[in-house]
C-alpha cells in the first residue's frame, strides 16, 4: 500500500465555520475555479458562471453556509485572514445586486438563484459532496470542473491525480497505528516522529510557528465564544450557551484578556465537577462560534472543532501544560492520529455518520493528552482506540441541516470521552488490549460503508426528521 503523505498542517486548518466539508471545502473548491479561469484566460472574459451543488452539499448546503462559501471563494475572499463580520454584507449585496465581484476583480452577472442551483434529488458517484461550475466565455467557449470535498477541507478536483501532491519521502511513512510503533519502537515519542516527517515539508521552526498560530487561533475562538451573548443564526432559535456557562464559573473574578481569564480558571475552583463543566463550556464556546460563521480551527472537521481545544485547554488549566513546547506536541500527536484515520476510514461525516468527526476527534486528543500526561506510545494508541470504539455508528442528522443540535452538545461529549479514555489508557497496561486502533479503524470504515445514507449528514433521517424544521431559504 503506497504511503500518504498528509501534514499536521493537513488536518488543522485554519477557516471558517460551520462546515470543513460543506464550508470550507467549497470555498477552497471556488477559490480553484478562479485560478483555473485566470490560468485558461482572463476574468474579464467570463460571460456566465454557474455552480451546481450536488448529495449532501445540495440537501444541508443552505444550513451549513454551502452557497455563502461559494460565493465568497468566487468573490477571491481568503477564509483564513477574511473579516468574518463582513461575510453576511457582502454575500447579500451579491444576492441584492445580482452581481458578483469574479476574483475581487470584474463585475460578472450572477443572480444566486439561478447560477447556484442546489440538485437536491443528485449525487455524483465518487463522493456525496460534489460540486460543479460551469464556465462561459464571451468567445463561446465553455467549460467545467468539477471538485468533491471530501472532508475537513480537503478538496479533490475531478480527473486529478490527488495524491500527487502527497507524494512526498518522508523518513517515516506511515499509513497505520502499527507503522507508527514500529517507528516510535527506534526510542522516539510520536511526536518527534510526526515533527521529523514534517521536516520534509519545511523546517522545524517554521512548523513550530505554524503550530503555535493555530494554537493563537483556538484561544481567540475559545475565549470569543465565551464572552459572545445571544442565539445562533438559522432559525433554530438556540441560545448560546458557553457566555451564561462562562459567567457561573468565573463568578466575580476580573479579567481583561486570555492570559488573565486562564488564570482565573485555574483559581477558581478545583473538583470534578469545576473541572467538568470548564470543559464543557471551552467545547461549547468553540463550536457556538463555528455556527456563527466564527474563524476556528479544522480539528480534524469544523463540526467537531471544539473537542481538541477543550482537552487542550484541560491540559493547559488543570495539567501544568502550558508552555509552547507542550502544546505543539499535543496538536502534533494528535494530527498523526486523525492521518491515520484519513487514510484508513475516513473523517468526513457525508461518508461516515457523526463517528467520523467527533469519533476521529475525540481519538485525536484521548492520544495527544495520553502522551502529554507522561502516557508511553503503546498507551496513547489505545486511549485513541477506546475513545473511537465508544463513538462506533455514531450518526450525522443536524436539525434544519445546521451544525447546531446534535452537533454543538456532541463536541462536548467528545471531549470528555478523550479524557476519560486517556484516564483509563493510563491506568491500563496496553500489552493485554483486545482491540487494537487498526482494528478499531477497520471497523469504523466497515460500519460507515453499512450505515444509511440518510445518518450521513443529508438530515433525511433521525433528530432531522423527528424535530423538523422549515428554513427560510437564502
Not at 440537501?59 to 452557497?67: A, I, V, W
Not at 494508541?381 to 447546531?404: K, N, R, S, Y
Request: net charge negative; charged share 20%.
Amino acid at each position: 500500500m503506497p504511503h500518504e503523505a498528509i501534514s499536521v498542517f493537513d488536518m488543522f486548518k485554519i477557516g471558517v465555520g460551520p462546515s470543513s466539508s460543506h464550508t470550507l471545502g467549497p470555498w477552497r473548491a471556488a477559490l480553484r475555479c478562479v485560478d483555473t479561469i485566470r490560468q485558461k484566460t482572463a476574468l474579464d472574459q467570463v460571460a456566465s458562471l454557474t455552480v451546481l451543488l450536488y448529495g449532501s452539499l445540495a440537501k444541508t448546503g443552505r444550513g451549513h453556509g454551502t452557497d455563502i462559501a461559494v460565493l465568497m471563494g468566487l468573490s477571491g475572499e481568503d477564509p483564513v485572514t477574511i473579516d468574518v463580520n463582513a461575510i453576511t454584507p457582502k454575500t447579500t449585496a451579491i444576492s441584492i445586486n445580482r452581481r458578483i465581484p469574479l476574483g475581487g476583480e470584474v463585475w460578472l452577472d450572477f443572480d444566486v438563484k439561478q447560477n447556484l442551483q442546489f440538485l437536491f434529488h443528485e449525487s455524483l458517484p465518487f463522493h456525496p459532496n460534489g460540486l460543479s461550475f460551469l464556465v462561459e466565455l464571451k468567445n463561446g467557449d465553455s467549460w467545467s470542473e468539477t471538485f468533491y470535498s471530501i472532508g475537513g477541507g480537503f478538496v479533490v478536483k475531478e480527473g486529478e491525480d490527488s495524491d500527487k501532491k502527497n507524494r512526498i519521502e518522508l523518513p517515516f511513512p506511515i499509513n497505520t497505528a502499527e507503522d507508527l510503533l514500529h517507528f516510535c519502537m527506534k526510542g522516539m515519542a510520536i511526536h518527534e516522529v510526526v515533527m521529523e516527517n514534517e521536516q520534509a515539508w519545511r523546517p522545524e521552526e517554521e512548523t513550530r510557528k505554524g503550530m503555535l498560530r493555530i494554537w493563537q487561533t483556538m484561544q481567540e475562538c475559545t475565549y470569543r465564544g465565551c464572552h459572545a451573548n445571544g442565539e445562533l443564526p438559522g432559525g433554530l432559535q438556540v441560545r448560546r450557551r458557553a457566555f451564561d456557562l462562562n459567567k457561573k464559573l468565573i463568578k466575580d473574578q476580573q479579567y481583561t484578556d486570555f492570559q488573565e481569564w486562564i488564570t482565573c480558571i485555574r483559581n477558581g475552583g478545583s473538583g470534578f465537577q469545576y473541572i467538568l463543566d470548564w470543559v464543557s463550556c471551552f467545547a461549547l464556546a468553540v463550536n457556538e462560534e463555528n455556527a456563527s460563521f466564527g474563524r476556528v480551527v479544522t480539528a480534524p472537521t469544523n463540526g467537531a472543532a471544539g473537542v481538541i481545544p477543550a482537552v487542550l485547554l484541560y491540559f493547559v488549566v488543570f495539567n501544568d501544560g502550558y508552555s509552547e513546547d507542550k502544546i505543539t506536541r499535543f496538536l502534533l500527536t494528535a494530527s498523526e492520529i486523525g492521518s491515520i484515520f484519513k487514510k484508513g476510514a475516513t473523517i468526513s461525516a457525508a461518508m461516515g455518520g457523526c463517528q467520523a468527526e467527533i469519533g476521529v476527534s475525540s481519538a485525536m486528543a484521548a492520544a495527544a493528552l495520553t502522551e502529554s500526561l507522561g502516557g508511553t506510545q503503546r498507551q496513547a494508541l489505545m486511549a485513541a482506540e477506546i475513545a473511537m470504539e465508544h463513538h462506533l455508528g455514531l450518526t450525522c442528522d443536524p436539525i434544519g441541516g445546521l451544525v447546531q443540535i446534535p452537533c454543538i452538545e456532541r463536541n462536548t461529549m467528545g471531549a470528555i470521552k478523550a479524557i476519560t479514555a486517556s484516564q483509563l489508557a493510563l491506568q491500563s497496561s496496553p500489552d493485554y488490549a483486545i482491540v487494537s486502533l487498526d482494528k478499531v479503524i477497520t471497523t469504523m470504515w466497515q460500519t460507515a460503508l453499512d450505515m444509511n445514507s440518510k445518518y450521513k449528514e443529508t438530515a433525511d433521517g433521525g433528530l432531522a426528521v423527528n424535530v423538523p424544521l422549515s428554513l427560510p431559504e437564502c
